[in-house]
Structures are given as C-alpha cells and as structure tokens.
T-cell receptor, first 111, second 113 residues
Framework: DAMVIQNPRYQVTQFGKPVTLSCSQT?????MYWYQQKSSQAPKLLFH???????NEADTPDNFQSRRPNTSFCFLDIRSPGLGDAAMYLC??????????FGSGTRLTVV | DQQVKQNSPSLSVQEGRISILNCDYT??????FLWYKKYPAEGPTFLIS?????DKNEDGRFTVFLNKSAKHLSLHIVPSQPGDSAVYFC????????????FGTGTSLTVIP
C-alpha cells in the first residue's frame, strides 16, 4: 500500500547529540512536511518542501534543519537537541490541498 | 496566536448516540477545512473535508457542517461506536497561504459501550 513511513518509531538521544529522523513516501507526492507535536498541543509546522523548494516557518529554531535528497525521502536533523525538543515528530505529504497523509510519527526522547 | 480553536478538550458519548465535535476559526481567508482522527502512538488519519463553497459534507456516519458567517465547523458522528474513541483535530487552510494547514488542539472523544 502507498504510504508514509517514519523511522524509527521511538528515538532516544542525549542532550546536545545530533539526531536525524527520516521519512519516506511511496505516494509520489510533491510536498513533504515536518510537524512537531507536544502533549495536548496541536501539531506545529516546522517546515515543508514544495518539490525542491524549502519553506521554513518563521518561528522554527535554527537547531532544526531538513534535507530532501529526492521525491521519496525527507530528513529532519536536530543539531543539538535540548530537553524542550522532546516531542512527537510527524511527517506528512500532499499533492494538493485535498488532504494530507501522515506518517505514524517518531517519538523523540532527550536524556 | 491560535487561529483554529477546539474549546472542548474532551467529550464522552454513549454508544449509538450522536457525537458532535466543534471547531472555531478566526481567519476569514480560510477556505478549506479538514477533520483528522488520531489514535495514541499513531499519526493523524484524514477523516473528512469541506471547502468553503459548501456548508455540509457527508461520508457515511460522518458529517461536517460549515457555518462561514460564524466561522464555525462541526463534525457529527452518528451513530457513535467504541472504535471512534480517539483524538479529533480540525485543520484549516487558505488558498493564498499555499499548503500550510493550521490545526486545533484536538478533542478527545470517548464512546462508552
């Protein structure tokens, strides 16, 4: 089945140690998004790629970076994770404004 | 600034009855709205959508109503089933903002058998 896959499901990283989360899709959607969701809060858009064009939200910290080497893959890099970065990270894709398809998320714990 | 608001963090409904989840928005430019359902430890799953040219969209047990003048939308689930127990997010977007969706904070629905 066509889908959005996030790896790993659970990630534990040390304070200040760089970590990379990955997302892949078989939908051939041209837009890919990264959201951060903390407990009891709405998912917060960090950035998105429209084809190869990177669009960063104004309030996304510089600590968060993203790479999209091809249509199918997108990575979220956290250069120096802090305790406040512990959250669920959701990847999503879309082709148009009809709907998003979300991955299952990666739960990040910072110790 | 929260542009999409879900003021009820939780809702409990008896099985077989109607569940009504509400969502308010502040940006009059929003012209597309969606509801997502989210189970614990999973990503949100698309449920139903509505564009601003309509005031109602129905899909099986799920109906979304849009009141543009009140900037309000609601999701009706009839009849409610225990498997509907989840967190429901509404989201909105405006054509002129590209692909950015704004999410509410979610309503946790519990359907009691």
């Amino acid at each position: 089945d066509a889908m959005v896959i996030q790896n790993p499901r659970y990630q534990v990283t040390q304070f200040g140690k760089p970590v990379t989360l990955s997302c892949s899709q078989t939908l051939n959607h041209n837009v890919m998004y990264w959201y951060q969701q903390k407990s009891s809060q709405a998912p917060k858009l960090l950035f998105h790629y429209y084809d190869k064009d990177f669009n960063n939200e104004a309030d996304t910290p510089d600590n968060f970076q993203s790479r999209r080497p091809n249509t199918s893959f997108c990575f979220l890099d956290i250069r120096s994770p802090g305790l406040g970065d512990a959250a669920m990270y959701l990847c999503a894709t879309s082709r148009d404004l009809e709907s998003y398809t979300f991955g299952s998320g990666t739960r990040l714990t910072v110790v | 600034d929260q542009q999409v608001k879900q003021n009820s963090p939780s809702l409990s409904v008896q099985e077989g009855r109607i569940s009504i989840l509400n969502c308010d928005y502040t940006n009059s430019m929003f012209d597309y709205f969606l509801w997502y359902k989210k189970y614990p430890a999973e990503g949100p799953t698309f449920l139903i959508s509505i564009s601003s040219i309509k005031d109602k969209n129905e899909d099986g047990r799920f109906t979304v109503f849009l009141n543009k003048s009140a900037k309000h939308l609601s999701l009706h689930i009839v009849p409610s089933q225990p498997g509907d127990s989840a967190v429901y997010f509404c989201a909105a977007s405006a054509t002129n903002t590209g692909n950015q969706f704004y999410f509410g904070t979610g309503t946790s629905l519990t359907v009691i058998p």
